[in-house]
């Protein structure tokens, strides 16, 4: 029973910089790996990023790598995601997840994460 709420998305020109929270009810928010990923109209969700429990461990789906960094505050409850570089090909509503923790799988399969946010809106104009 974990409740994801996203925030700061927005619109930027291509080049610009956001970061996206998500903030997580759990009490045991470090027993969950996290995971971010973004859905295009008419296009299946995808991976964009994921991180350990403690977040000493990080993937990136390729396009993303160098330009964003995914991170945890696991005091705060609080995954983000710091987006840098922004191109038009990013826009996209962007959803954070939390797998079914403790030694739960995780990574880059959707499947893998029982709990989901209702996303943030990420437009990049050129």
């Known amino acids: 029973q974990v409740q994801l709420v996203e925030s700061g998305g927005g619109l930027v020109q291509a080049g610009a910089s956001l970061r996206l929270s998500c903030v997580a009810s759990?009490?045991?928010?470090?027993?969950?790996?996290m995971g971010w990923f973004r859905q295009r109209p008419g296009k299946e969700r995808e991976f964009v990023a994921a991180?350990?429990?403690?977040?000493?461990?990080?993937d990136y789906e390729t396009s993303v790598k160098d330009r964003f960094t995914i991170s945890r505050d696991n005091a705060r409850n609080t995954l983000y995601l710091q987006m840098n570089s922004l191109k038009p090909d990013d826009t996209a509503n962007y959803y954070c997840?939390?797998?079914?923790?403790?030694?739960?799988?995780?990574?880059?399969?959707?499947?893998?994460?029982?709990?989901w946010g209702q996303g943030t809106q990420v437009t990049v104009s050129s």
């Open positions: 997840a939390a797998n079914r923790g403790q030694n739960s799988a995780w990574g880059r399969r959707a499947d893998f994460y029982a709990y």
């Open positions: 759990a009490r045991t928010f470090n027993l969950y790996a």
């Open positions: 991180i350990s429990r403690d977040g000493g461990l990080s």
